[in-house]
């Protein structure tokens, strides 16, 4: 079984998301039915909605949405990923709602979208230190330029359990290897940093990307943060940029056929079932 750490639905009758209208491929509904039909025939057994940045105002709106579908359908939703503001002096708040809903089992904040040092700064820091007492955990999603930035984050936190998205975002499509690889290295020195192998197809060049390609990358994150730190994600629908869902799982069977089969357990569905407590 393949436990989903990374789907994004997309309801547009329900929910805006602004920067939708610059994605013509993805600005268009993505709903759980289209997706429950291909995770059954991929092996795709459980899943988490992660946040996909809707408009402030109706971040819980978008939790709400999914404790409905939950609750009105036979879904392998097992929680959400919610978006939240920790650069705002409310996010105190956000742990309340949170503790209020069972659904939710973690917070993101898209950083590669925020301005520079928004991780950084002292009030960040602050908020996202208090899930410390909490069992929620924090994806974070930021450009490798930004990798030193959320280390700072990390350090400051060194009870919060965090989760890197998409491999720390490498820009594949330019061979941009070397730079990526070295802050890959010192983030997995972090003890309490987990790293989601997902999205990466989407970085490649979505006409001529091989696995040769992807396959360093891949591999980077294995050596440096180990079986035991690693989970895997769909990001479905993003991946649509690189070919798809189906093209992402035939991609994580063929890199992981030599592994164990303990190894495959491992990555495939125990670590986030651990994470989590699921």
Known sequence: MLFDT??????????KYPWLDKVDLLNKPSHYEDYHIKASRLGIGACLHMEVDVEENQIK?????????????????????SSCR????????MIEYADSQKLIKGFRR???????????????KKNVNLLSETKL??????????????????????KVTFILDHCGVPNIKDGDFNDWKKSISELAHRDNLFCKISGIIAYGDNKTWTLDEIRPYFEQVVNSFGIKRIIWGSDSPVCNLGGGLETWVAATYLMTQDWSHQEKKSFFFEN???????
């Not at 990374?6 to 929910?15: A, F, K, Q, T, V």
């Not at 898209?110 to 009030?123: I, R």
Request: aromatic letters at 8%; a negative charge; glycine letters at 2%.
């Open 61 to 81: 709106e978008e939790t709400k949405m999914i404790h409905n579908l939950i609750e009105n359908n036979d879904t392998i939703i097992k929680g959400v990923i």
């Open 110 to 124: 898209v950083l590669h979208v925020a301005p520079d040092n928004t991780a950084g700064s002292d009030q960040f």
């Open 6 to 15: 990374h789907l994004h639905l997309i309801y547009p009758d329900i929910l």
């Open 137 to 158: 955990t924090f994806d974070l999603c930021a450009f490798p330029h930004q990798h030193s930035e959320i280390m700072q984050l990390i350090d400051f936190c060194p």
């Open 272 to 278: 986030s079932i651990n994470i989590w407590n699921l």
């Open 86 to 93: 920790p650069e705002q002096n409310n996010f105190q708040d």
